[in-house]
């Protein structure tokens, strides 16, 4: 996407993660690992090796269905609360990495990240 139609800047790096796919507070399928390579406070893209467990697909299964988001679990320091973040999957695109498939996922946050986790998520990010 070019950068002039971007809601709001990205941060760049290879946050790991743990995505589930809920609906409401229910775990329908999950957990994933996925990392998050770029970040805004509107959404993410993230890149995982697995899309697929049993017959469910995190990408097509939760487009089909309105009721279910996928939930983003960013582990941090004892100190901090881990930061909970529900979203959509927007896009889903395969490349390859040296020898290994991997799906790049676009996610939309269902609530913007605030100011406070944004800035514990980049304080993570340059400790990697």
Same mark, same amino acid.
Do not use: C
């Given at each position: 996407m @070019? ?6 800047p990205? !941060?760049?790096? *290879? /946050?790991?993660?743990s /995505?589930?796919? @809920?609906? $409401? %507070?229910q775990?329908?399928? $999950?957990?994933?690992?996925? %990392?998050?390579? &770029?970040?805004?406070?509107? $959404? =993410? ?7 697929m467990?049993?017959? *469910?697909?995190v990408f097509?299964t939760?487009?089909?269905? &309105? *009721?279910? =988001?996928?939930?983003?679990? +960013?582990s941090v320091?004892?100190d ?5 973040v &529900? =979203?959509h ?6 490349t390859?990495?040296d020898d +290994?498939?991997?799906f790049?996922?676009g996610?939309? *946050? ?5 100011? !406070?986790? /944004?800035?514990?998520? @980049?304080? /993570?990010?340059?400790?990697?």
């Amino acid at each position: 996407m @070019n950068s002039e139609l971007r809601r709001s800047p990205r !941060y760049t790096d *290879f /946050l790991p993660i743990s /995505l589930t796919v @809920n609906r $409401g %507070r229910q775990k329908v399928s $999950g957990p994933y690992s996925a %990392r998050i390579v &770029d970040i805004s406070h509107h $959404g =993410a893209r993230l890149i995982m090796t697995q899309v697929m467990k049993d017959s *469910f697909h995190v990408f097509h299964t939760t487009r089909e269905d &309105d *009721f279910l =988001a996928l939930r983003l679990l +960013i582990s941090v320091p004892k100190d901090i609360e881990d930061i909970t973040v &529900d =979203a959509h999957p927007i896009w889903l695109d395969s490349t390859q990495m040296d020898d +290994i498939k991997v799906f790049k996922m676009g996610v939309d *946050f269902t609530h913007k990240l605030d100011e !406070y986790q /944004l800035k514990v998520i @980049n304080k /993570l990010i340059k400790e990697l």
